[in-house]
């Protein structure tokens, strides 16, 4: 039967709950213990598929096509364990899933209301887990003092009840800021919040004190007096350089043996973390380092390409480099010149991406990387943008588009290579979606298995011509076209096993230049790195030793 670590944040958002969960997960792997992360979010969103990066950061699309929040790309990146759709829940999807129920008439005619209800949904969700594995650790997204976040703190209240204290567990993530003025970091922020969290009845036993500092002994027993919490239980969780170095650093600390400890485990050993030790020293002391240029639309904020930027880094530590990003906003080139912003880089990404606002810009940059001969990788988007490149530039389709650049409700003005997805083969059964469909759900979503062409670039770097990866796009690139633009070098070296779809084109005399329809950056892993990124930053590294 399954333990519960259920962790919550106070005083302000952004402490890296996600990543203190993921790194608690990593430690209690190393322990020889099984776990599962799971991510309890209160906005009223159904998920955030639909949510504005800007906004929410990536969503990161589990392996059975869940649309998530971009802390389980940190959960499955620190622990290796592959999420699914049952670990990440809203209020929008536990509310859903109550009024169906109470339009069903399933509550018999009662009064339908956030005790028991909602929370008995929320409850459900938490306890229905198959206790295969030994600790499943329960993030609550939020802050402890949103009028959101009172549903889900209720609702862990009472499966600690439920669960009783051997099995249940709640820590408590913190912030003490440092006053300048004062020379001090403060600690009062930190007693209110677990006051408050107190109030709903959830007394947490482990404090993970976020501080860019050392903090002094004192406080440190300051809080254990005034928040009633064991001392060594009162952890100092300090700012690090990379994020990897979060479970050496929390391991220091004592999380991992204090976690045991709260459970009546033993720990004698000290657990092996060599493995996170070469990969911190690898990030800190790299022998070289490339730049890579990636051209996007959300490029002004770094958790939009989350799982992105880390995938690159994992291609970096297995070539012992590192990637230096260069974000570039794809639209600048509707007035510059790309010579202008890639001249000199090692290597050119373009992302994935939606609508047509930068689309001509990722088009000039796929040119630039072919005619320059630069490594070039592009993900969903960036291998449609560059199919249109090689249709306009190489096979003579100037007029080459993709139906999701034509305005709402008109025809498409060109000939659309790249087309909205009708329907397709999921495992066994037919997908079928129409224009008309919500914006919500109607991607070709999670995993998919691809057949790659032996010999090819990509078949190389996976050592496999069978390969599963996952998706997100509402479009597809004609395979009808496909004759023509292989006459003209743009090879489809993967496509999904009955042919029918685009999965993977390079350009046969170029370097590097490899378009996947999916999203490999979501299954790459700092102990495990993405193979197409492995070879990515190694054609980089070759490039950058060419200029
Ligand atoms: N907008 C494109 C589509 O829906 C690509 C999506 C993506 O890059 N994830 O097909």
């Known amino acids: ?43 009223l969103n159904v998920d955030p598929g639909t949510m504005s990066p800007f906004q929410h ?46 339009r069903r008439g399933d509550y018999l005619g009662a009064t339908v209301q956030v005790i028991p209800h909602v929370t ?22 939020g802050t402890v003092g949103d009028i959101e976040s009172l549903p889900f703190l209720e609702s862990i209240r009472q499966a600690g009840n439920t669960l009783g204290r051997e099995r249940a567990l709640y820590i408590h993530t913190t912030l003490l800021p440092y006053i300048p003025a004062a020379g001090e970091l403060k600690t009062k922020p930190t007693q209110h919040s677990v006051k408050e969290l107190m109030s709903v009845g959830i007394r947490p036993r482990i404090l993970l004190c976020r501080s860019d500092r050392e903090i002094p002994e004192d406080e440190l027993r300051k809080i254990s007096l005034f928040c009633n919490i064991d001392e060594e239980k009162v952890i100092p969780a300090l700012d690090v350089k990379t994020i990897y170095e979060v479970p050496l650093s929390y391991h220091a600390a004592g999380l991992d043996t204090q976690v045991l400890d709260c459970f009546g485990l033993e720990s004698k050993e000290e657990p092996d973390l060599s493995n ?39 291609g970096g530590i297995a070539n012992n480099a590192k990637v230096n990003i260069k974000f570039v906003e794809a639209s600048i080139f509707d007035e510059e010149n790309p010579q202008d912003h890639l001249q000199g880089v090692d290597g050119i990404l373009v992302p994935g991406g939606f609508g047509a606002r930068g689309s001509e810009g990722k088009i000039k940059a796929a040119q630039f990387a072919r ?29 080459a588009t993709s139906t999701e650049f034509a305005e709402d409700g008109e025809d498409v003005q060109g000939t659309p290579l790249v087309g909205l997805m009708t329907e397709w083969m999921k495992g066994n059964e037919l997908e079928a979606r129409g224009e008309t469909c919500d914006l919500g759900g109607t991607m070709r979503l999670g995993s998919y298995p691809a057949k790659l062409e032996a010999g090819s670039k990509a078949a190389a770097a996976y050592g496999s011509i069978d ?12 395979m009808n076209f496909r004759a023509q633009l292989e006459e003209h070098g743009l090879k489809f070296s993967g496509v999904s096993p009955d042919g029918s779809l685009p ?28 193979p197409l990124f492995v070879s990515f930053i190694e054609a980089a590294i070759k490039q950058s030793r060419l200029v």
């Open 503 to 530: 999965e993977i084109c390079e350009h046969v005399d170029h370097p590097w230049f490899v378009g996947v329809q999916y999203h490999p950056e979501l299954k790459s892993k700092p102990l495990d790195p993405h």
């Open 120 to 141: 008995n949904e929320i409850k459900d969700f938490i306890l229905d887990k198959d206790g295969s594995a030994d600790f499943i650790l329960c993030e609550i997204g």
């Open 1 to 43: 039967m399954s333990r519960f670590i259920f962790i919550t944040g106070g005083v302000v958002s952004s402490l890296g709950k996600g990543l203190g969960s993921a790194a608690l997960g990593a430690l209690l792997q190393a322990r020889g213990y099984t776990v599962r992360l799971c991510k309890l979010d209160p906005y």
């Open 371 to 399: 005619e320059n001969k630069v490594p070039y990788f592009g993900i969903c988007f960036g291998l449609q943008m560059a199919v249109l490149e090689a249709a306009r530039n190489l096979a003579g389709i100037t007029d």
């Open 467 to 478: 390969v599963e990866e996952r998706h997100r796009h509402r479009y597809e690139v004609n």
């Open 276 to 314: 996170w030790e070469y990969i911190v020293d690898r990030v800190k002391d790299p022998e070289g380092e490339v730049t890579i240029a990636v051209v996007g639309k959300y490029t002004n904020l770094a958790d939009s390409y989350k799982s992105l930027n880390e995938a690159l880094t994992h």
């Open 57 to 102: 950061g990536e969503v990161f699309v589990t392996d059975d096509g869940a649309e998530t929040d971009l802390d389980l790309g940190h959960y499955e990146r620190f622990t290796g364990v592959h999420a699914n759709k049952d670990d990440s829940v809203s209020s929008g999807r536990i509310f859903t899933n109550v009024l169906e129920k109470e």
